[in-house]
Every structure is written in C-alpha cells, then in structure tokens.
C-alpha cells in the first residue's frame, strides 16, 4: 500500500483538488488497492470546512469525482505513516516543518517536482485561477502516478 498526503495551506483548494484528482487517475488506472490517499492542511484556519465551492465546480467540470470533506490539520504522526508528502508550493514546507520538525525520510516533496519543474502550484484562493492550478496539479498527480508505478 503506498500512503499519499497531499499538502497545503488551508486543505480547502488545492491539496483536496489534488486527492480526488489523484485517487481519479489511480481508479482509471485500476491501482485503487495498492493507494490510500488524503489531504491536510499546515494551518489551522479552515480546520473542519468543506472544499471551497469554486474548487469543488472545478472538479464538476472536469468530471472528477469527490466527496464532502472536513479539512484537517497535518500533525506529527502523519509523518510516520504516510509515504508521500506531497506539498503545493515551498512555503508549505516551512509550515509543514513546524509540525513535523524534520524530513529525515525525503518524504515531502514539492508536486511539480514529479512534472519535471521546481515550481510551485498557485493559490486559487488569491489567484482566482482554478483553471491554471487545476492543469498544474494534473501534471504533477500524472507525473507522480508513473513514477510510484515505475518502482
């Protein structure tokens, strides 16, 4: 079983458009046994809502299945359990360390790291532009999908 923890801010955006748009790709491609998937947050400010409607209309529109949520809070043992910590852009990490304290694993990782890019996934919540963080995430959910395949 590989364990995936996608990671941001607030768990309202981006790291739960990346679960469902992840678990979408491992179900087509028939791997849903061989991953659990989920999503949390490095802050507490949205701790217990839902996705954010406007993410919540992206993934209607583009046919992705998902389910109603309460965002969480990353903590400590997450660290030990999961496999992949998969954060949305650098600053996370700072947050996501604070938690955490180290990555003495090489566990977390920057999304677009597995798209070949040393970038970072915009905030929808300040961009407005779920279309350009959507396509951002498809990239770095497909390139993770083939590599965590590969091995």
Avoid at 27 to 55: C, H, Q, V, W
Wanted: glycine content about 4%.
């Amino acid at each position: 079983m590989i364990r995936v923890c996608f990671i941001c801010h607030g768990n309202i955006c981006r790291s739960p458009m990346a679960e469902f748009v992840f678990k979408d790709m491992v179900s087509k491609s028939g791997l849903s046994d061989r991953f659990e998937i989920t999503s949390a947050a490095t802050s507490r400010e949205e701790l217990g809502n839902d996705m954010y409607p406007p993410a919540k209309s992206k993934l209607r529109a583009e046919n992705i299945p998902f389910s109603k949520r309460k965002a969480r809070q990353v903590t400590k043992e997450d660290y030990s359990y999961y496999d992949y910590l998969i954060i949305m852009e650098k600053y996370n990490f700072v947050n996501l360390c604070r938690i955490i304290k180290d990555d003495p694993d090489s566990k977390v990782h920057l999304l677009l790291e597995f798209a070949g890019e040393n970038s970072d996934i915009a905030d929808p919540w300040y961009t407005g532009n779920f279309d350009k963080t959507y396509s951002d995430i498809v990239r770095g959910c497909r390139g993770l999908l083939s590599q965590l395949t590969q091995e």
